[in-house]
């Protein structure tokens, strides 16, 4: 496996103390888009893509965000009808990209466990997976594509 | 050994049914003296939605409901109760509460202290109480009230907060000291914290200033770190602690490490990582090293097992500078509260045991959930005569409450009442129990 560069612990923390600063300044989008489920986005279809998200939660997501994604009070948020999960995709995608430190606010409670950067994914699991999320546990909110993932993943250090 | 169990002529054939179903469905924990029947209280029927699962002879009133995130509590020899928020409720960290009717549950209630936190302990006319960087106490009368609750005076301040196992639980011993829990701010001392493929560092830089208990004077003010002493190491992480009277000694129980699945697949399944490592007891004394990050106790091998970030593939041993534990529970257990029982109320094979209140595991996931109990473990001449056992449980309210890890009720702080009477916090609703013997 390869170790991140101190740089790059640096800049992940930075990362996550301006996403903090803005989270506190500008909430993501309360109210979900209309579900796009185009075959043409989604490769192989909607339900093939939510099936592989299935597989990449439970190997990746569960541990820690529990089986019903309800989280872990004060530790692991909840990803059921949060803002975060059904707001602003990009913020979403670099979340798992970037993983998250420091306190964050979920509908009024906060959590502070460390989550760990997912960049090693593919951008196809990654889509996957914030697909399967923001359609299950009662959240309805439209695809993710890999297209969508590996513009964001260019613009995201 | 003496005889531990109720004789089973004394059971009602319906308990024990119910008592073997429950270790049937594998939800309950069954270990030690697994043929002790247990019998459910009554509670006031308002306040039943859950009753609390004790062995024949206990019961337990809703002491008081709805406080906040009670976290650790006290009780003063005159009964007045002190408990301890992880969040301001009105704008006040602590809550004074009080039976001043003697019907077993609190008829007065009123708050002060700004800060939230965990520890709490009432000690030689003084409460204490910590916030997630700082130790205060306030002075109490005659009658255990603080005398001026808006002026606490600061005796450790400075601690390292850093989001990760933040509570700072102390507690005393009877010479003037302040033993105080500073949590590794790490799960395994990785070069990036929870991420699979990075490796520990070696040697840990963490335990410079957390990782361990630090030990301060109880009555200087405005201590920190270049004024206390770094009294025992290699300690992930303490919630549950208390001064054992009776070998004059501390024991402290650690919250052992997560994630030995998800972070290396090839080396551990979930079922492994759902049970390992155990959740330990230890006894320390000054210089103590219980080995965390580098080792983890492995309770089925009865070994200390070389962590996977310093090269362990799960069999290695290593740690031979570290401490054995003195019980090593199940994985992920998560002990908040630790308390040696020194009352007469109790029978006589509680006297000088320890009870530890389990808050519930979240890392045993996808495997179910386990703990939300108060456990025991009787002690003799100053170590344990058994294996550990459930004491009270039912506090996730049912066997599927458990698994899922929605619980209604986490315990979390252990008081002993004047008494002799168990008090135990829950700091998800805020419900206090007082646990008593009736023959």
Redesign the interface.
């Known amino acids: 496996m390869q170790v991140k560069s101190i740089g790059a612990v640096l800049t992940g923390g930075l990362f996550a103390l301006a996403f903090t600063l803005m989270s506190q300044t500008k909430k993501p989008a309360a109210k979900p888009a209309a579900a796009k489920m185009g075959p043409v986005q989604v490769k192989g279809g909607m339900q093939a893509s939510l099936d592989r998200g299935k597989q990449v939660y439970l190997q990746q997501c569960l541990a820690c965000h529990q089986a019903d994604a309800g989280g872990v009070s004060g530790m692991n948020p909840p990803l059921i009808k949060t803002k975060w999960v059904l707001g602003d995709k990009t913020t979403l995608v670099q979340i798992v990209l970037k993983g998250l430190t420091g306190e964050i606010e979920v509908d009024g409670d906060t959590y502070h466990n460390v989550m760990a950067p997912h960049s090693e994914l593919s951008d196809q699991e990654i889509a996957d997976v914030l697909t399967y999320v923001r359609n299950n546990f009662g959240n309805k909110a439209s695809a993710v594509t890999a297209a969508e993932v590996k513009a964001i993943r260019a613009k995201t250090h | 050994m003496r005889q531990l169990f109720t004789p089973f002529k004394t059971i009602s054939s319906r308990s024990l049914y119910l008592a073997l179903a429950l270790c049937m469905t594998g939800l309950f924990a069954c270990a030690g003296d697994n043929k002790r029947p247990y019998t459910t209280t009554t509670e006031d029927p308002a306040l039943a939605d859950t009753n609390l699962v004790l062995p024949k002879g206990f019961v337990a009133t809703t002491f008081a409901d709805a406080v906040g995130k009670t976290r650790h509590i006290a009780v003063a020899d005159n009964g007045v109760v002190y408990v301890k928020l992880?969040r301001l409720k009105d704008g006040k960290g602590i809550i004074r509460l009080q039976d001043a009717n003697g019907d077993g549950r609190s008829d007065q209630s009123s708050g002060f202290g700004s800060f939230p936190g965990t520890g709490m302990i009432v000690r030689k006319g003084y409460l204490y109480a910590s916030s997630d960087t700082e130790v205060f106490r306030y002075q109490l009368d005659a009658n255990n009230n603080v005398i001026d609750p808006g002026k606490p005076e600061k005796i450790i301040t400075g601690l390292i907060e850093r989001?990760?196992h933040?509570a700072k639980a102390f507690t005393l011993d009877y010479a003037g000291n302040v033993y105080v829990n500073i949590g590794a701010y790490s799960?395994a001392c990785q070069?990036?914290?929870?991420?699979?493929?990075?490796?520990g560092m070696k040697p840990c830089p963490i335990l410079d200033s957390a990782g361990g208990i630090w030990q301060f004077k109880a009555d200087k003010l405005n201590q920190t770190y270049g004024d206390g002493v770094r009294y025992a190491t290699g300690l992930r992480n303490v919630v549950g602690l208390d001064w054992n009277t009776a070998t004059n000694s501390l024991f402290v129980m650690q919250h052992g490490r997560d994630?030995l699945?998800?972070l290396f697949?090839d080396m551990f399944d979930n079922k492994q990582s759902a049970e390992l490592p155990a959740e330990c007891m230890y006894e320390l004394h000054k210089g103590s090293n219980c080995g965390w990050p580098y080792i983890y106790y492995d309770q089925f091998q009865h070994r200390k097992i070389l962590a996977p970030e310093f090269g362990g593939d799960g069999k290695k041993t290593a740690g031979e500078d570290a401490q054995d534990p003195v019980v090593a529970f199940p994985g992920h257990l998560a002990p908040n509260g630790l308390l040696f029982y020194s009352g007469n109320q109790f029978p006589e094979r509680y006297k000088n045991g320890a009870f530890i209140a389990f808050h519930g595991s979240?890392?045993r996931?996808?495997e179910p959930q386990k703990g939300f109990l108060v456990a025991f473990v009787p002690f003799k001449n100053g170590k344990p005569s058994g294996d550990w056992e459930v004491f009270a449980d039912n506090f996730s309210g049912s066997p599927e409450a458990t698994a899922?890890?929605?619980a209604k009720y986490r315990p979390c702080g252990l008081a002993q009442g004047p008494d002799g009477s168990l008090y135990v916090t829950d700091d998800?609703k805020g419900r206090i129990w007082k646990i008593s013997y009736q023959k």
């Open positions: 992880a989001g990760e933040e799960n070069v990036q914290d929870r991420t699979k493929g990075s490796p994630q699945s998800s697949p979240w890392n996931a996808p899922s890890g929605r998800t």
